[in-house]
């Protein structure tokens, strides 16, 4: 089956610097590639998404690439604010079968 | 639309017991997903059901089981527990069916405690 890894598991970074999260993938089948954000106590909740005919898709301070021949993908936030202080799950899907990271920790250190 | 509801939120049981948990997807959503959250562990897949069929299963013992009623609303049991079985469970849904990109919506999770 897909085996998703992502690195790193902390991460913190100064408020108005930019973080980024990377996740690789092994099932090359995968074609549908989400990234949640989870706040303290609350649900995941879709951020961005990529599918495997793009390589990269931005939307304000978040941008996701995908690199289908290494298998790999990656959460850029830009100018980043205390409010984006969550764990950050990436997933690769084939279908309805999703497989995920097991998260970053992000901290914004105002 | 409202949006995916798990009941109940909060659960004690002692070793041995079993439980259910509830899941209601989001209206005119026929897949619903299960998955356990445990710190370091990430969300593990349990199992998909569409159309009252169960499409996908992860590697989760026997002991975990689900269904899906014809209104899509889905349960999934967990038997004889081990203290190990505490964690967020937490239902997903989404509107497609197998080969669309399909966007999942998270319920709020029910936290289980197995003491």
């Known amino acids: 089956g897909e085996n998703v890894e992502q690195h790193p598991s902390t991460l913190s970074v100064q408020e108005g610097d930019s973080a980024v999260i990377k996740c690789t993938y092994s099932d090359s089948a995968s074609n549908y590639f989400p990234w949640y954000k989870q706040e303290l106590g609350k649900r995941p909740q879709l951020i961005i998404d990529i599918r495997s005919n793009v390589g990269e898709k931005k939307d304000q301070r978040i941008a996701v690439t995908l690199n289908k021949t290494a298998k790999h993908f990656s959460l850029h936030i830009t100018e980043t604010q205390p409010e984006d202080s969550a764990v950050y799950f990436c997933?690769?899907?084939?279908?309805?079968?999703?497989?995920f990271g097991t998260g970053t920790s992000l901290t914004v250190i105002p | 639309k409202a949006g995916v509801t798990q009941t109940p939120r909060y659960l004690i049981k002692t070793r041995g017991q079993q439980v259910t948990l509830s899941c209601s997807p989001i209206?005119?959503?026929?897949?619903v997903s299960w998955y356990q959250q445990t710190p370091g562990q990430g969300l593990q897949f349990l199992f998909e059901?569409?159309?009252?069929?169960?499409?996908n299963k992860g590697n989760f013992p026997g002991r975990f089981s689900g269904r899906q009623f014809s209104n899509s609303r889905s349960e999934m049991n967990v038997s004889t527990l081990e203290l190990g079985d505490s964690a967020l469970y937490l239902c997903?849904?989404?509107?497609?069916?197998?080969?669309?990109?399909?966007?999942?919506?998270f319920g709020p999770g029910t936290r289980l405690t197995v003491l």
């Open positions: 997933a690769a899907s084939r279908g309805n079968q999703f497989y």
């Open positions: 209206s005119g959503h026929r897949s």
């Open positions: 997903a849904s989404s509107s497609s069916g197998q080969g669309a990109y399909n966007e999942q919506f």
């Open positions: 059901y569409f159309s009252e069929t169960q499409r």
